[in-house]
Structures are given as structure tokens and as C-alpha cells.
Nanobody
Framework: QVQLVESGGGLVQPGESLRLSCAASVSGFSAYTMGWYRQAPGKQRELVARVMSSGNTYYADSVKGRFTISRDGAKKAVFLQMNSLKPEDTAVYYC?????????WGQGTQVTVSS
């Protein structure tokens, strides 16, 4: 069974930074593709960034150059460093683990960017 626990959300002003963390309770962590998704009110959940087991990364166009995803195998954790935050980044952010087309989700953490 896979359990994902996010932390690090909060309220920040435009231009500020936040770092999200996701702790994974899972066997074989290194084999999973880890990702961050977000869902704003009234919108569909969307992929923000993912990091494959190979270390390759993918970013949505809207966050390229501002967000950085990383993983730590020893800690079984994945991180999302978010810089230059904008009001449109406001959403609930979800940690995702995927392997063999099976997805696991955390409970989500709220990120609010507002002046």
C-alpha cells in the first residue's frame, strides 16, 4: 500500500516562494514516477511537474523556469520548489506516485497566492 503525505502549503504574496514536500510510504520508491498536480476551484486537476525514475523531468508550460521538482530516494520524498509565485498558481497541490499505470494520491495541500 502506498501512502503519500504532502506538506509545505500556505499563503504567500505574489513573487514569493514555497517548497512543497511529499513523504512516501512505499516499497520500491525509486521505481515510481513521482509528480505534482494541482486543482484550482472550478477547474480540472492538471499536471504541474513530474520526475521519472530515471531522473528525467517534465514541467507544464505555465511553471517552466519557476518551479523545480526533485526527489530524494534515501528519504523517499519528492519536492516542489516554487518561485516567483503568481495568483494563478493558487490551487490545492497533490502529490502523485505512478507505476504500471496505477496512480496513488496524497490528500493535497493548499497553496494560496494573494496580496
Amino acid at each position: 500500500q502506498v501512502q503519500l503525505v504532502e506538506s509545505g502549503g500556505g499563503l504567500v504574496q505574489p513573487g514569493e516562494s514555497l517548497r512543497l514536500s511529499c513523504a512516501a510510504s512505499v516499497s520500491g520508491f525509486s521505481a515510481y514516477t513521482m509528480g505534482w498536480y494541482r486543482q484550482a476551484p472550478g477547474k480540472q486537476r492538471e499536471l504541474v511537474a513530474r520526475v521519472m525514475s530515471s531522473g528525467n523531468t517534465y514541467y507544464a508550460d505555465s511553471v517552466k523556469g519557476r518551479f523545480t521538482i526533485s526527489r530524494d530516494g534515501a528519504k523517499k520524498a519528492v519536492f516542489l520548489q516554487m518561485n516567483s509565485l503568481k495568483p494563478e498558481d493558487t490551487a490545492v497541490y497533490y502529490c502523485n506516485a505512478e507505476r504500471w499505470n496505477v496512480n496513488y494520491w496524497g490528500q493535497g495541500t493548499q497553496v494560496t497566492v494573494s496580496s
